[in-house]
């Protein structure tokens, strides 16, 4: 079957690599018919993420349609049709029991690699290291799902792809941002990063109850595309973003600040962009933090930071003092998938069309020019989904 493949820093390349099988009674084969490159495939493109190996599949946002299940799959059969998460989990240890899926006490074969640099392990995820559990990813023909009487969700009316597809993780996560921030009637919410995962961050906070949404980004198409879901929008190159807040809010700050930026943030003074980057580079630090620096500098006394961008390992500069002496809240993880893929599976049949975040449809082939362009914003690009077949 065809897989695109990381082949080192900067290179994937599409493959003919072999066709997954049931290893336990809890799998499940699922032919791939959508799949998209998500913003944190990116810091695996970029290297920033260790234990891959040459040749690894990449892909944790897909769905299909099943075509195999191992005997102690009793809710799923071949011809189902449906959307995985992201995170693979057994559905039965003490985390998976308290709905925090992605920090799953068993699906992660590799758990002693995280451990090294975590303290303790989270799930393990689709197409996302060997520290995270080396399984083959979904931008592929087939995918082998672990704990499928647990994970994926069937589809059983006629919704396209598209509009179903990103229950698989960024809907949910954008969703899970905003859920954490306790949005409560006459809330200003400011959303770092206007890439897909911010732009659901805003559109769920206004859904959630949010007086106003700011959406803070560089890029004029992915502010736009935040503007229409009903955000204020800033861009950081134009404004200075923390007097800008301070004006919206008379002086006291957003009650919330979601950081969907993560590990790879652009600063726009040259001087602090390029320390980061340097030490980034000189792998004196794995994260750019800038985002989160100012989201906990810009929050109000007692508010609360929502963390879902990605970050890998360690950051500098933290303003410890910030965060400490104004009382500040910070929540975060990896999205918990399977508790939101119902309830917002619902609000899709009600009317709710996630697909407003896709500006590009292309081949599996055309993968490695996919991300090039998805990672230089050539083209206006803000999703991508791929067609394996």
């Known amino acids: 079957m065809k897989a695109n493949c990381w082949m080192g820093r900067n290179k994937v390349e599409v493959l003919d690599v072999p066709e997954p099988g049931i290893l336990n009674p809890r799998d499940a084969v699922v ?5 998209a490159i998500c913003g944190s495939d990116l810091h ?3 290297g920033y993420i260790p234990t891959m190996r040459k040749g690894d599949v990449l892909g944790h946002e897909f769905m299909g349609e099943v075509v195999e299940v191992g005997p102690g799959v009793a809710n ?40 090294k640099m975590m303290g303790h392990s989270p799930a393990g995820i689709f197409g996302y290291s060997h520290m995270l559990g080396g399984y083959p990813g979904g931008q592929a023909q087939y995918a082998r799902v672990p704990f499928a ?27 899970m941002g905003a859920e954490m921030c306790d949005i409560k009637p006459g809330d200003v919410i400011a959303v770092w990063g206007a890439g897909p995962v911010g732009q659901f961050a805003a559109a769920a906070a206004l859904q959630l109850g949010a007086e106003q949404v700011v959406s803070i980004d560089r890029f004029p198409y992915r502010l736009e595309i935040a503007g229409r879901a009903g955000a204020l929008t800033l861009n950081y190159e134009e404004v200075d973003v923390l007097d800008a807040l301070r004006d919206i809010t008379a002086g ?23 320390y980061d980057r340097a030490k980034q580079a000189a792998r004196l630090e794995t994260d750019r933090p800038h985002a989160l620096r100012e989201a ?39 999205c918990h998938v ?14 709710f069309d996630p697909s407003f975040v896709i500006t ?23 999703k991508v989904v791929l067609s394996p077949w």
């Open 149 to 175: 009487d647990i994970g994926p969700i069937k589809i059983d009316d006629d919704l396209p792809d598209e509009k179903v597809l990103f229950l698989s993780d960024i809907l949910p996560t954008g969703w």
């Open 44 to 46: 695996l493109y970029d």
């Open 76 to 115: 799923l059969r071949p011809g189902d049709r449906v959307v995985v998460p992201f995170p693979i989990a057994c559905g039965a240890c003490l985390a998976c029991e308290h709905g925090m899926y992605s920090l799953c006490e068993n699906s992660n074969p590799n758990a002693g690699l995280a451990e």
């Open 360 to 382: 590009h449809h292309m081949r599996l082939e055309d993968a490695p020019r996919a991300f090039e362009m998805f990672k230089n914003k050539e083209h206006y690009c803000n």
């Open 338 to 351: 399977q508790r939101y893929m119902k309830p917002l599976l619902d609000r899709i049949r009600e009317g």
């Open 31 to 35: 032919r791939v018919t959508s799949t």
């Open 252 to 274: 006291r700050g957003p009650d919330a600040c979601i950081d969907a930026v993560g590990m790879e943030a652009h600063y726009p003074v040259a001087a602090v962009q390029a």
């Open 296 to 334: 906990i500098m810009a929050c109000r006394n007692g508010g609360i930071v929502s963390v879902i961008g990605v970050y890998g390992g360690f950051v500098d500069k933290f303003p410890m003092g910030s965060f400490m002496n104004r009382s500040l809240t910070m929540r975060t993880g990896q």
